[in-house]
């Protein structure tokens, strides 16, 4: 088992509030694996929970207070709210409480090696493109994904004491709780503005979190990222950079791209190696990915002639420019963009690619970060011939009349797009249907439920054939 304890205790029963989500599911699958025993409550059940229940998990599906009974420590997530009954019961009960990050940085100390992967975009990708790398060489890591990556089975990997690799999110302040070997910072732009006050709010933390490496280890950063050249300037911690556009250690030269959109490059290493690299994913922001990989990869050991060919082989995560299926000539794709710059991204990969028009259907991911960038919202659809906005996913907030989806519409339009609000999925799908045409390509955007669109539009397609 590992020898970790928190505020001074040692623990054998340990009770997730929240247990279904990508994270915490994976917690408590490393800790099954070390022999603890282990329960948890979700408000829904799942594909997860039912792996879960059959490595010897306790799951109860609703939150009662009863379901802690027994539990010397309780985890819960950013998601779970203070007046969870069994948050309340376990405060009531003086269970010690404990936050999924301060959990996981707790986790991470028993490993040798921890690399933690940050930035306000591209984790879950970079995450899976070194967990594909780290596949092919002679590592045995343990992997946590905020995503389903085919090549390790789903969104965990039990390995070894040797490595643990898993993503970084700042929100809450939550990176300040990791002290890894290695910490990536892809990019670094204005998000989760219902917490940081502003953007020096976020380079703070980052800026922090760097400063957080351990003596032996690396700060592995975007060096084109304008944001991420405060952190470097800052940090004391040993630096390696990547890049494009300036001079990095490990720079992407005269990139070009294919006809499916997928990005080929010269890896300039240190101004001294040139390598062509081809990647199986589309888009400028998978060159930058993949910078981040190789040179987290190529610092840890792993031989450059391993590294090149086995990102090659990586070819995306669900939900990451995934590729759903074909009904009528239509192609539909599905991505977890969410905020403008990874719409920008994700549009922009699809630029190359043989089509007729692009019909993107973006559901807004709550309504604090809808209000707070608005106006760069509008100015994110460019690459799109057609926007339908459904209503806001309100996730971990409440609906207090601040913003509404038309409001979104209304820049859009004003912006020169062509973008409608449509409130409910079945009713989008009954659009999209009627008014595509063979060649075009319909792209669902956002971190909630939007995925489901295209999933109803190939169900339609499987049920025409019977």
Not at 367 to 381: C, I, P, V
Request: charged share 20%.
């Amino acid at each position: 088992m590992f020898e970790f304890c928190i505020n001074s205790h040692r623990y054998s029963h340990i009770h997730f509030i929240g247990i279904g989500g990508i994270s915490m599911s994976g917690l408590a699958e490393i800790l099954l694996h070390e022999g603890y025993k282990v329960s948890g409550s979700d408000a829904n059940n799942s594909e997860i929970i039912q792996r879960l229940k059959s490595l010897g998990a306790e799951v109860s599906i609703k939150h009662r207070g009863e379901n802690i009974i027994g539990a010397d420590l309780i985890i819960y997530t950013d998601a779970i709210s203070k007046d969870n009954e069994e948050l309340i019961r376990a405060i009531d009960m003086g269970i010690p409480i404990v936050d999924r990050a301060t959990f996981l940085g707790a986790i991470m100390n028993n490993y040798k090696n921890s690399i933690a992967v940050s930035g306000t975009h591209g984790k879950t990708t970079t995450t899976s493109m070194i967990a594909t790398i780290f596949n092919y060489s002679t590592f045995d890591p343990t992997i946590l994904l905020g995503g389903q990556l085919a090549d390790i089975g789903g969104n965990i990997r039990i390995g070894n004491r040797d490595h643990i690799l898993t993503e970084a999110c700042e929100y809450k302040g939550n990176i300040l709780k990791y002290f890894p070997t290695i910490a990536i910072i892809l990019n670094i732009e204005e998000d989760h503005l219902d917490y940081f006050k502003d953007i020096d709010h976020i380079l703070d933390d980052f800026t922090n979190y760097a400063n957080n490496v351990r003596d032996d280890g690396y700060l592995i950063v975007n060096k084109d990222d304008a944001n991420s050249k405060r952190v470097i300037e800052e940090t004391g911690s040993n630096v390696v950079t990547f890049g494009i556009n300036a001079k990095a250690d490990y720079c992407a030269e005269n990139v070009s791209f294919t006809s499916d959109g997928y990005p080929n490059f010269m890896l300039n290493i240190r101004g001294e190696y040139l390598h062509p690299v081809a990647l199986n994913v589309m888009g400028t922001h998978n060159v930058y990915n993949a910078l981040a990989s190789i040179a987290t990869a190529h610092t840890l050991g792993v031989p450059i002639e391993t590294i090149i060919p086995s990102i090659g082989k990586y070819t995306g995560t669900g939900r990451r420019l995934e590729f759903k299926g074909i009904i009528n000539g239509i192609k539909v794709i599905d991505d977890y963009a969410h905020h403008p710059t990874e719409i920008r991204a994700s549009l922009s990969a699809l630029k190359n690619l043989d089509k007729k028009d692009i019909w993107c259907v973006f559901q807004p991911h709550t309504y604090s970060r809808t209000k707070s960038l608005l106006e760069d919202f509008g100015n994110a659809f460019a690459g799109a011939h057609r926007v339908i906005i459904p209503d806001i996913y309100a996730a971990r907030e409440k609906d207090n009349g601040i913003i509404h989806s038309t409001d979104l519409v209304d820049v859009l339009v004003r912006n020169g797009v062509d973008a409608l609000y449509i409130p409910s999925f079945e009713r989008i799908e009954d659009y999209l249907l009627k008014h595509t045409q063979e060649g075009d390509i319909v792209i669902t955007m956002g971190a909630g439920n939007v995925h489901t669109i295209g999933e109803m539009m190939l169900k339609n397609k499987e049920k025409e054939a019977i």
